[in-house]
């Protein structure tokens, strides 16, 4: 999973990762973790998820952080926005009214960045990383995010043998293991795809798949 494989995803437009629309989850759950509040929201690994807009037009500001440029100049020119690109090291910033995506690499974010950070909504980060790099992951975004921050973590359970990631299969019990020693862990929901969801029927998911909600607070 180095930097030039998402390259060449984007590069090639072989974004299956992608929705296209706001996520059901994220519309069902959100309000169970945010209230009413306006908060600062973080989205790592953000892509060009329309998640952004709906989480912006509820009145937060958004910081997403994202390595593929192709992306972040997809997000604004789609939804017919112009952002002020600002070039820099680590992180070229692309902004429109208080969303901003940081284009560049996750594990140069440091703590200040994110200070004012208090939600954090992740439903393609740890799903994009292979097994060998979610503990890293975990342990980078515990340290840039202040305590009490809440997440809502979205996952994808599948068997391993029918698929190849990204995105790939992410058990329940690995959720628990990764955060329980830093964080509140709740168990929203599960719940199984149906076989002839297009990305199952698509990715060839003969024994379906499950997706699972969390939100999690750290301690």
């Known amino acids: ?20 629309t706001v996520n059901q989850y994220l519309h069902d759950h959100w309000p169970e973790l945010a209230g009413q509040g306006t908060e600062a929201v973080f989205v790592p690994l953000c ?29 604004f020119e789609e939804a017919g926005e ?6 820099g090291e680590p992180f070229t910033t692309f902004k429109h009214d208080d969303l901003q995506i940081w284009c560049g690499d996750f594990f140069q974010l440091v703590p200040d960045d994110l200070k004012h950070i208090r939600l954090v909504y992740d439903r393609a980060a740890l799903i ?9 992951y975990v342990d980078h975004l515990t340290a ?30 690995e959720v628990f293991q990764l955060y329980s020693e830093d964080y509140e862990v709740n168990h929203v929901l ?10 199952a029927k698509r990715r060839g998911l003969r024994n ?3 997706e699972s909600v969390f939100t999690l607070t750290k301690k």
């Not at 305590?147 to 058990?171: A, C, H, K, W």
């Not at 599960?190 to 990305?199: E, L, S, V």
Request: some cysteine; proline content about 7%; aromatic content about 10%.
């Open 1 to 20: 999973m180095e930097h030039e494989f998402w390259h060449e995803r984007w590069e090639k437009s072989q974004i299956g990762f992608h929705e296209g």
């Open 47 to 75: 892509g060009k998820a329309h998640d952004m807009w709906w989480l912006h037009d509820r009145g937060h500001p958004i910081i997403g952080v994202e390595l593929s440029d192709i992306a972040c100049k997809d997000f």
């Open 82 to 87: 112009k952002a002020k690109v600002h070039p």
């Open 128 to 136: 994009a990383l292979p097994p060998e790099m979610r503990k890293g």
């Open 144 to 173: 840039i995010i202040p305590d009490g921050t809440r997440i809502l973590l979205i996952t994808l359970d599948y068997d391993s043998n029918e698929m190849q990631g990204p995105p790939f299969n992410v058990s329940d019990e």
């Open 190 to 199: 599960k719940r199984d795809m149906a076989h002839d969801n297009p990305f």
């Open 208 to 210: 379906g798949a499950a």
